[in-house]
């Protein structure tokens, strides 16, 4: 397995699928791909997702998380960013590697540890996924209980919110309910195309602080 996997080359924007693929090998493959790579990976009952982003998937990523962290800094509010750290539960047979990731409600619960456990720690609050040229599958994010999870496809922002189980979509977010993020968000990111990320990011915070006065 781990020969095949050295062999395995997943070009930009593309995704790769192996199946009955059991946990140890899961869990060999991960140190065979190691951490520092670009390809992103999602484990599901036995099938492997292997994916590699594009080049605009990784700026949507970058500036999309610099917005997030703009909002909880404004608010004033603790949290942890840990990008795409594998996520793991043995239990469920699920893994997944988000693009990027917040704690905050449970920030405290986490804080200091360099090693997570999902059996034994809680999800990440936030997580947050680019569909550029493949559509994220929630159904793995369900079953890791991520309470929220937001889906930036075609210039949209969808917010799912975990229910009894299940992502319904909803207009607002449980992490920012005073925000108008689905409509907001969407237009930041467009004007950093034309403008440049710092003076969207300062334009953003001016936003942000406007709201928290009101």
């Known amino acids: 397995m781990l020969l095949n996997i050295r062999r395995i080359d ?3 924007g593309q995704r790769v699928l192996l199946r009955d693929i059991t946990w140890e090998e899961f869990e060999a493959i991960l140190d065979e791909l190691g951490e520092h ?3 992103r990976i999602a484990y599901d009952r036995g099938v492997l997702e292997i994916m590699a982003p ?12 610099d917005l997030i962290k703009a909002l909880l800094e404004e608010l004033d509010t603790e949290f942890l960013s840990l990008g795409s750290t594998t996520f793991k539960n043995q239990e469920m047979l699920q893994g997944i590697e988000p693009d990027q990731c917040f704690y905050i409600e449970n ?8 090693r997570l456990d999902l059996t034994q720690n809680p999800p ?3 997580a947050l996924e680019i569909d550029i040229t493949s559509r994220t599958n929630p159904s793995v994010y369900e079953k890791l209980q991520v309470p929220e999870l937001w889906r930036f496809e075609k210039g ?3 917010i799912n919110l975990l229910e009894n189980g299940f992502y319904v979509v909803s207009e607002q977010s449980k992490n920012f309910p005073d925000f108008d993020l689905v409509k907001v968000l969407p237009e930041y990111l467009e004007q950093s195309r034309i403008k440049g990320r710092n003076f969207v990011i300062k334009a953003f915070r001016n936003w942000v602080r406007e709201g928290i006065k009101g």
């Open 37 to 39: 790579r670009a390809s």
């Open 124 to 126: 990440p609050d936030l």
């Open 54 to 65: 594009l080049p605009e998937h990784e700026f949507d990523k970058e500036i999309i998380s």
């Open 10 to 12: 997943v070009p930009p």
């Open 107 to 114: 920030e405290i619960k986490v804080r200091g540890k360099k």
């Open 156 to 158: 949209n922002l969808q």
